[in-house]
């Protein structure tokens, strides 16, 4: 939470963005009349050029209790460490790698957020969909 006081007419939001991604961003006015309506604003932050863009697939799957067959963020311009977020329940990222591996302990799909870095700094986020199908067994 930030707060601007002290400011008639225009407000300013500036800074040298670090990561790439969207923001939101709700605004609100006060004056003696009262406070505004919120007003949501969005903001994309571009990578910087010359950063990692992901190439490897958009999908991969698995299934409970067996070890995952592995999948590896590819990325171009020598990237130097990889990030995911929420993966699966019993998988885990080599953020030297970028090799996600382990045993998935739960079925759904999830989608996954990766990026790459390199001495430039991070690339853009890119969505991977992760199907995690139970392991059934019937009868005998």
Known sequence: NQTATGFYGACEIAGTPTTPGLLIVFLLATNGAGTSGPQLFFVS?????????????????????????GY?????LTPTSFFASALPPG???NSATGAITGTPTASGRYE??????????????????????ANITFGN
């Open 45 to 69: 932050i571009a990578p910087a050029a010359n950063t990692p863009v992901v190439t490897s697939s958009r999908t991969t799957s698995g299934t409970v209790g067996t070890p995952f067959a």
């Open 72 to 76: 590896t963020i590819a990325a171009t």
């Open 91 to 93: 998988l885990t990222l």
């Open 112 to 133: 996954v957020i990766v990026s790459a870095s390199n001495a430039v700094g991070v690339g853009a986020p890119t969505v991977v969909v992760f199907t995690i199908a």
